[in-house]
């Protein structure tokens, strides 16, 4: 991990081509105790938000600059951070042709924690993002990539430019090229998954609580690999990740009961933004009637990919949810001007 000093150093701030604003200015942030080794190519910056709290983001810029192709903007889950991005999908996407930006919301990875006793709520995590988006991409509107409990924030965040739209006023969620939902929590939240588990998977249900609730994958290998992995997982790579995780969430990333009784996200009403919503066949978390559930709010047919699980982007084969994705990209190019 570069050193505060190896920050500064970083021609981004003075070179960010696609906005006339510059980034968010470089400091000293939250050191988590097992960092996140970057790969080549990788900066790790600070986003200071209006609260003057810092968000981490981890960017990788395409290989080429001879393309217009929309930056991606991706979005973490519960106990986990940019990290789980950068791992693999960052280097894929900047390699296709994609300035690629992950981003650790308040209280995870290595972002500021605010007062209180949970990171935020739906509303101020997708401000927190849109700040980012509008101080950062506000030429080029990004794809906005959720996974989990983060794709039910970038649900909100598309219930707000519709909104915002509806009402004809001031936008201070910017326009998005495009959304992506990638096992993401449906938009009645949680709360029917679980019922479903204790009806239809009783044993399912008490280790799901075990696992996320009590959080036992901490502790655990075997249910950490359940819980987010494919079975052919080695012991050495779910440890890896089990470690990342432990530190990766300082505080919750929301108050579940609060948040449940604020549900569901409002329904997008005459929204342009073309939505891509993502299943994983082995997902242990979210089944496939939380996929379809997604799947019709937004009036889409799901993907569900055979042979990976909850966290696709980490998995033995995480190149299947990548090429999902990117032959989707390559769909939106046919509307615009997209390039890959």
Known sequence: MASSSS??????????????????????????????????????????????????????????????????????????????????????????????YALSLLGQGESDEPLGTVAGTLQTHASDIADFIESNLSSSPPVLIGHSFGGLIVQYYLANIAKKQSLGAENSFPELSGAVLVCSVPPSGNSGLVLRYLFSKPVAAFKVTLSLAAKGFQKSIP?????????????????????????????????????????????PVENSTKVLVIGAKDDFIVDDEGLMETGRFYDVEPVCIEGVAHDMMLDCSWEKGAEVLLNWLCGLSKLGNLSV
Not at 23 to 44: D, V
Not at 224 to 239: H, Y
Not at 243 to 265: G, I, T
């Open 223 to 267: 249910l950490c690999r359940e819980t987010f992995f494919s079975s052919a997982m080695d012991d050495q790579l779910v440890q890896r990740y089990q470690d990342l995780m432990k530190e990766s969430s300082r505080m919750p990333l929301f108050d579940l009961r609060k948040l449940n009784a604020s549900l569901p996200v409002p329904k």
């Open 7 to 100: 920050l500064l150093s970083f021609p981004c701030l003075s070179s960010f081509k696609m906005t006339i604003k510059p980034m968010a200015t470089l400091s000293n942030s939250t050191t988590i105790a097992i960092p996140y080794e970057l790969k080549k190519g990788q900066n790790r910056l600070f986003h200071k938000l209006p609260s003057g709290l810092k968000m981490e983001v981890i960017e990788q810029r395409k290989d080429k600059a001879d393309n217009e192709n929309p930056p991606l903007v991706f979005v973490h889950g519960s106990y986990h951070a940019a990290w789980c991005w950068a791992e693999h999908w960052l280097p894929f996407f900047s390699s296709s042709g994609f300035d690629s």
